[in-house]
């Protein structure tokens, strides 16, 4: 008989947003590899051969020009002590506006590394004129009004912030091209986790311009930086346990009808329910209006195994929630086509091997 093996984080974090202040400073030229700060960010220069030369502004902005390079990275925003993941540090998002003009192969992005694991990320919102990074989409993330989709590639003896190494890439890369906008940054974190990407402890996020084998230019006019908080709506609401996602039904799993055999309610890593073998579920019923509806729920492995729960609605089979880690995550199921009117929607375990139990936050229908 499978015992229960709930685990307990009792580790209390207060978490404050912190948007990075445009403080004014002297410009400042660099034209060779160079980190420091400079107007309240972190800055880094960073070639492999070739010219280039980077002009530090007020707060987060700079701009970037380079030519006969192989490879080149210009970046403001902010390196961390390699001691927190994101989940500690609070939402991670950036706002930017840039003229970015490429001549060649060429990233406009935030780019950054953790450590334990070894990984570099990616989450490209324009490029020149080739798109990467060039491998088989692991699905899709929609968020800040627009679609990415998310790869993994490996870097096998390659300059990294550890020296030459082996690492993994994560990329979330854009489906259409844009210079300016908000980048939720913590959300694509959430996103590449679900898929079993898992990310370490932060060592940088920043805005970053990149070519490689190019010329180009980019003037980065506006880019402020914001860390803390676990909810990114900035809007305060006075209902103690708001909903961010206006236009959406959420359902806390708690609240949920619980079976099986070792369904039960937990207190970490969140208020939620636990499901630890086959047949352990949750359900409740909804009156759907329309024929196709996007779940989207949050959850968590107990450990670094990938958990796995089935979505059912109205006893049919609709798809499978994965989760990769024990960080909570959010993982979508988009245009799943079901029954209207009032149907009764299971969450599921079907796959369990002794090697994990799922924990359940809340589903949301939109």
Same mark, same amino acid.
């Given at each position: 008989?499978?015992?229960?093996?709930?685990?307990?984080?009792?580790?209390?974090? +207060?978490?404050?947003?912190?948007?990075? @202040?445009?403080?004014?400073?002297?410009?400042?030229?660099?034209?060779?590899?160079?980190? $420091?700060?400079?107007?309240?960010?972190?800055? #880094? =220069?960073?070639?492999?051969?070739?010219?280039?030369?980077?002009?530090?502004?007020?707060? $987060?902005?700079?701009?970037?020009?380079?030519?006969?390079?192989?490879?080149?990275?210009?970046?403001?925003?902010?390196?961390?002590?390699?001691?927190?993941?994101?989940?500690?540090?609070?939402?991670?998002?950036?706002? =930017?506006? /840039?003229?970015?003009?490429?001549?060649?192969?060429? =990233?406009?992005?935030?780019?950054?590394?953790?450590?334990?694991?070894?990984? #570099?990320?990616?989450?490209?919102?324009?490029?020149?004129?080739? *798109?990467?990074?060039?491998?088989?989409?692991?699905?899709?993330?929609?968020?800040?009004?627009?679609?990415?989709?998310? =790869?993994?590639?490996?870097?096998?003896?390659?300059? &990294?912030?550890?020296?030459?190494?082996?690492?993994?890439?994560?990329?979330?890369?854009?489906?259409?091209?844009?210079?300016?906008?908000?980048?939720?940054? &913590?959300?694509?974190?959430?996103?590449?986790?679900? *898929?079993?990407?898992?990310?370490?402890?932060?060592? #940088?996020?920043? +805005?970053?311009?990149?070519?490689?084998?190019?010329?180009?230019?980019?003037?980065?006019?506006?880019?402020?930086?914001?860390?803390?908080?676990?909810?990114?709506?900035?809007?305060?609401?006075?209902? @103690?346990?708001?909903?961010?996602?206006?236009?959406?039904?959420?359902?806390?799993?708690?609240?949920?009808?619980?079976?099986?055999?070792?369904?039960?309610?937990?207190?970490?890593?969140?208020? !939620?329910? /636990?499901?630890?073998?086959?047949?352990?579920?949750?359900?409740?019923?909804?009156?759907?209006?329309?024929?196709?509806?996007?779940?989207?729920?949050? !959850?968590?492995?107990?450990?670094?195994?990938?958990?796995?729960?089935?979505?059912?609605?109205?006893?049919?089979?609709? $798809?499978?929630?994965?989760?990769?880690?024990?960080?909570?995550?959010?993982?979508?199921?988009?245009?799943?086509?079901?029954?209207?009117?009032?149907?009764?929607?299971?969450?599921?375990?079907?796959?369990?091997?002794?090697?994990?139990?799922?924990?359940?936050?809340?589903?949301?229908?939109?």
């Amino acid at each position: 008989m499978k015992q229960k093996r709930m685990r307990f984080f009792l580790a209390t974090l +207060l978490c404050i947003a912190l948007a990075f @202040p445009a403080a004014s400073a002297h410009a400042q030229t660099i034209t060779s590899n160079s980190i $420091g700060t400079h107007g309240g960010y972190d800055y #880094e =220069y960073w070639k492999d051969s070739g010219n280039g030369t980077m002009v530090l502004g007020d707060g $987060g902005t700079f701009s970037a020009e380079w030519s006969n390079i192989n490879n080149i990275l210009f970046r403001k925003g902010k390196k961390f002590d390699e001691t927190q993941t994101h989940q500690q540090l609070g939402n991670i998002s950036i706002t =930017y506006g /840039a003229n970015y003009q490429p001549n060649g192969n060429s =990233y406009l992005c935030v780019y950054g590394w953790t450590v334990d694991p070894l990984v #570099e990320f990616y989450i490209v919102d324009s490029w020149g004129n080739w *798109r990467p990074p060039g491998a088989t989409s692991k699905g899709t993330i929609t968020v800040d009004g627009g679609t990415y989709d998310i =790869y993994e590639t490996t870097r096998t003896n390659q300059p &990294s912030i550890k020296g030459t190494a082996t690492f993994k890439q994560y990329w979330s890369v854009r489906t259409s091209k844009r210079t300016s906008g908000t980048i939720s940054v &913590s959300q694509h974190f959430n996103a590449w986790e679900s *898929r079993g990407m898992p990310m370490g402890k932060m060592y #940088e996020v920043a +805005l970053t311009v990149e070519g490689y084998q190019s010329s180009g230019s980019a003037n980065v006019y506006s880019n402020t930086l914001t860390i803390g908080g676990s909810n990114p709506n900035p809007n305060p609401n006075p209902n @103690p346990n708001p909903n961010p996602n206006p236009g959406r039904t959420r359902v806390e799993a708690e609240s949920m009808t619980k079976s099986g055999q070792y369904t039960g309610n937990i207190s970490s890593p969140f208020n !939620g329910v /636990a499901l630890y073998a086959n047949n352990d579920k949750v359900s409740f019923t909804h009156n759907f209006s329309s024929g196709t509806s996007n779940f989207s729920l949050r !959850g968590a492995s107990n450990n670094n195994n990938m958990a796995r729960v089935d979505l059912r609605i109205g006893g049919q089979y609709k $798809g499978t929630f994965y989760y990769g880690g024990s960080h909570p995550a959010v993982y979508t199921i988009n245009n799943v086509s079901h029954g209207t009117g009032n149907q009764l929607v299971e969450l599921i375990v079907t796959a369990d091997n002794n090697t994990w139990d799922a924990f359940l936050d809340y589903l949301e229908i939109h």
